[in-house]
């Protein structure tokens, strides 16, 4: 069974760093791409994309977070990381781990998701 986990999201003060870790097992990610999405509380809206990373390292960012966040992997350990600085209030959301067997992620071509974690940011 495949199992996407995250941890690390919690409550901080806009100007405020955190790191996300998204743990994968289950079965061998050689060759999928990883990363992160996210959805404001009470949105209803699809996730939005925030970052990803192929297997080969090649990094995609949201406009919203390029230069303040930074994707990562380790794929000896099938572990994908999130570098999130100088959070802002808007950054407030439930933030998701993803993969597929792709060169980028989208939100229409994940094959597995996490099942979330909380980052609330506070002006």
């Known amino acids: 069974q495949v199992q996407l986990v995250e941890s690390g999201g919690g409550l901080v003060q806009a100007g405020d760093s955190l790191r996300l870790s998204c743990a994968a097992s289950?079965?061998?990610?050689?060759?999928?791409?990883m990363g992160w999405f996210r959805q404001a509380p009470g949105k209803s809206k699809e996730r939005e994309f925030v970052?990803?990373?192929?297997?080969?390292?090649?990094?995609n960012y949201a406009d919203s977070v390029k230069d303040r966040f930074t994707v990562s992997r380790d794929n000896a350990q099938n572990t994908v990381y999130l570098q999130m600085n100088s959070l802002k209030p808007e950054d407030t959301a439930i933030y998701y781990c993803?993969?597929?067997?792709?060169?980028?992620?989208?939100?229409?071509?994940?094959?597995?998701w996490g099942k979330g974690t909380l980052v609330t940011v506070h002006s």
């Open positions: 993803a993969a597929a067997r792709v060169a980028a992620l989208n939100y229409y071509n994940v094959d597995y």
């Open positions: 970052a990803s990373i192929a297997w080969g390292g090649r990094t």
């Open positions: 289950g079965r061998t990610f050689l060759g999928y791409a």
